[in-house]
């Protein structure tokens, strides 16, 4: 009786062993290949391949010395992307990450270690990448000096009111402005760094167009990350207010002289009209008319009435006056 108790024991154990031998020979969990940080403006998506099909990740990460977290959205995920933007808390911080490739949701594994892959060591503040900033240009009305307002951007981050940071809000004194400009009409070009991102360009050729591209600059960081996207390229206007110079003394009287013959024309033209209308008007004023009196045509068809009889004499009267 006792023996027959064991002999079936040991017949389940057995049967057990043998079950997830079985179960861990069918089951392989392919390990995530090239596992990225890709970064833009502090927002910190880790990424990776291949696409699961009959398996799933989970995604743990920690900062340097400190414990592992996993996040809501990246466990047992079929993605093969994680957004840990709001996770990383410490921009200043190192972090790195691990993707376990496990079972899928609801599926049952009696593996006590899955395949995992860890990432390369990431820092928001040292490697995420800056975007193209946006800027105005603004030439002084005296034209000796050009100022550039560029628009701190935005980044993904907030602060504890949920106000959205910018990127000055996070590097501060450690974020400068790189401008790049050279004439429109030349190549050769100039930078300026500046602390600040409002940028002036004091000793710049007056009334010449010029064309500039900024991008942030963080000198702290290593070579290949100090510089962001370049902006779209601006040009300020070319001095179009001092037309002497442009055109020349002699273009500008001779223009001048043009306007005034052709009104001299104009003015010729209707004084003629009218003085041959008034002769057709009434044929017997010709004669009084030729008296050639300025004053006499230009008030006659305001002191004549309608009455023609009225006209001839007080037309007459005023020719004798
Ligand atoms: C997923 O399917 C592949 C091929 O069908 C198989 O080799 C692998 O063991 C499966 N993995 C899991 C975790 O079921
Ligand atoms: C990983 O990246 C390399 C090069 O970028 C590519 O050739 C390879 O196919 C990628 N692996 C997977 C699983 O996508
Ligand atoms: C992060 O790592 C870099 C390079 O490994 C190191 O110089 C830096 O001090 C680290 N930062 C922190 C906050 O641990």
Redesign the pocket.
Known sequence: MECNRQMKFVMLELALVLFFMRSCA????PKAQNVTWSSVNFKSILTWSPKP???SYTVEFSEVGQDRKRTGHCIKTMETECDLTAELQNPKANYSADILSE??QG?F?DLVEFPHVSSKKFSPYYDTAIGKPEFKIEVNSDKRKTTLYVTDIPTALFNEDKKRLNIRDVFRDNLQYKVTYRKAKSTGKKEKISKSSIIELPDLDQGVSYCFYVQAFLSFRALDKQHGEISNIQCSPEDNTSIFEEYGMGVIVGAILIILAITTIIIVIVMCCRRGKAAKNTGKETLALKGDDVMLKIYRPVDCGHDHTDIRRRCTSSEEV
């Open positions: 069918s089951e392989i969990f099909t009959n398996y079972p899928m599926v594994s």
